[in-house]
């Protein structure tokens, strides 16, 4: 379950951080949605309601995906570590196992 909990005194983090906070609560979240419209789609026997529950689910990715390209945009680290494993072909591990030599 996603949390908008933060861990420090809010007074004490700085806008960047902030503004990752909530990125990365929204990002938890919209994932969260996918998991249940999935869920949902799977248990239902309505053919017309499995379709709006996908075509939900389907959205939340757009948004999640939205979120994912600001946080990368925003966050040199994060957007080395996507250029390293994103779209490649090989196996993950082995991908991190080069990376680490």
């Known amino acids: 379950m996603s949390s ?5 005194a809010r007074e004490k983090l700085s806008k ?8 990365i ?3 938890m979240e919209e994932f969260e949605a ?7 789609a799977d248990d ?3 053919k017309e309601l ?3 529950l996908l075509h939900n689910a389907r959205e939340e990715l757009e948004h999640a995906s939205m979120v994912l390209e600001w946080m990368r945009r925003n966050d040199p680290e994060l957007d080395s570590q996507l250029k390293e494993y994103l ?5 993950i591990t082995e991908r991190e196992e080069e990376a680490d030599k």
């Open 4 to 8: 908008e909990a933060l861990h420090v």
């Open 16 to 23: 960047k951080t902030l503004e990752m906070h909530y990125a």
């Open 25 to 27: 609560t929204s990002l």
């Open 34 to 40: 996918v998991d249940w419209y999935r869920q949902r």
């Open 44 to 46: 239902t026997e309505d």
């Open 50 to 52: 499995k379709k709006i």
């Open 87 to 91: 779209f490649t072909k090989e196996s």
